[in-house]
């Protein structure tokens, strides 16, 4: 037992794009093709210490389907809508009286940043099976897309469905005894901070690349700015800042590179 | 009734988002990708920059700076390479330590 908690404690978050490809020290390229299994079992590991910090957030939801007028088809939104905050909002929106279509609208824009991630990650699933893309896309959300982004291209697919799939298992479980008993976690406001922590975690590796780091920024700036807009119109804004700022910086740094070479 | 058609409509647009892009993968241009990656990682900041201001505490005055400087404790450690559970439980035990000695 005392070696898997050890081995937990011991994940680190993978490293931005642009230099995860290469070896830190040397700037060698990796083996070209990983195996499989161990860039599943890797995912995976990376993602297991994630779930405990996901823990308080999964009991959070799991105390908000308790309360739903309808335990039964919130919960059954676990795997229907599989995200906490777009779960979270729409439970939120239901129980203030709003009809189902104000609710449904409330989720799709915290949820809509998903077609993002999907969008970002469609190179590495090119030219693989209609069965894979479906698995991939079923089990994507925030965690495994932010660690698999960090991964050497090599291998990513592997490393985001081990990461994916621990997650695919484990909020599921988080949500049931948040059902059972998460009622006490609202009492620990601390609980509230730990899942954007783990989130902004994972972001802070990614941030040695420049348009990365400058999307970042402005997307926060953004985000501070937008503060009492609803989350989904916010997020959208922030979104937008932040990929149009992280493309400027790509072109002006292409250009400069360019500029000093002629 | 309307718990569950929330639930089936908020859940086929989700899947919709996460399946459209990734079904139609080979026709998608690579400059978009690279935006859209940009963008997912600002929407990541800007969910933790949101959760920070809109925190609540009730036990003590200022919540949202303690939780700022609790997640940048955590932000640092991992910065430094810091273990992800780790870090996050460093950001976590400031807040608390802070809490404990902030006089309400």
């Known amino acids: 037992m005392s070696r898997y908690v050890a081995a937990a404690l011991a994940v680190r978050v993978p490293a931005g794009s642009s230099s995860a490809g290469r070896h830190p020290g040397t700037g060698a390229l990796p083996d070209p093709v990983p195996a499989r299994g161990s860039e599943l079992r890797a995912g995976a590991a990376a993602m297991a210490p994630m779930l405990i910090a996901y823990a308080p957030f999964g009991l959070l939801v799991g105390a908000a389907v308790a309360a739903s007028a309808n335990p039964v088809a919130a919960y059954l939104a676990t795997w229907t809508i599989y995200g906490g905050a777009a779960h979270l909002a729409t439970l939120d929106v239901l129980g203030h009286g709003s009809g189902w279509a104000a609710a449904a609208v409330v989720g799709l824009l915290v949820n809509v940043r998903l077609s993002a991630y999907a969008t970002a990650m469609a190179p590495d699933w090119r030219g693989t099976s209609v069965a894979r893309r479906l698995v991939a896309g079923v089990m994507l959300t925030d965690a495994p897309w932010a660690l698999a982004r960090g991964h050497a291209p090599a291998g990513r697919r592997e490393y985001y469905l081990g990461a994916g799939g621990v997650l695919f298992v484990g909020w599921p479980a988080l949500v049931t005894l948040g059902v059972l008993a998460g009622q006490w976690v609202s009492a620990l406001p601390v609980a509230g901070l730990l899942s954007a922590m783990t989130l902004g975690a994972i972001v802070v590796p990614q941030l040695r690349e420049r348009p990365t780091a400058v999307a970042v920024c402005v997307a926060a700036v953004t985000a501070v700015l937008t503060a009492g807009v609803a989350a989904g119109p916010a997020l959208l804004v922030a979104g937008a800042t932040g990929g149009a700022a992280g493309a400027l910086t790509a072109r002006a740094g292409r250009a400069r590179r360019s500029g000093g070479a002629s | ?104």
């Open chain 2, 1 to 104: 009734m309307t718990v569950l058609l929330a639930v089936l409509v908020v859940g086929a647009g989700s899947l919709a988002f996460r399946l459209g892009p990734l079904l139609g993968a080979d026709r998608l241009p690579v400059a978009v990708t690279r935006v859209a990656g940009w963008a997912g990682v600002s929407m990541l900041a800007a969910v933790t920059v949101r959760t920070v201001l809109h925190h609540q505490d009730p036990s003590v005055p200022a919540a949202p700076l303690l939780g700022a400087a609790a997640v940048a404790v955590c932000l640092l450690l991992t910065a430094r390479g810091v273990s992800l559970l780790l870090a996050v439980a460093g950001g976590g035990a400031t807040y608390l330590a802070a809490t404990a000695l902030v006089p309400f």
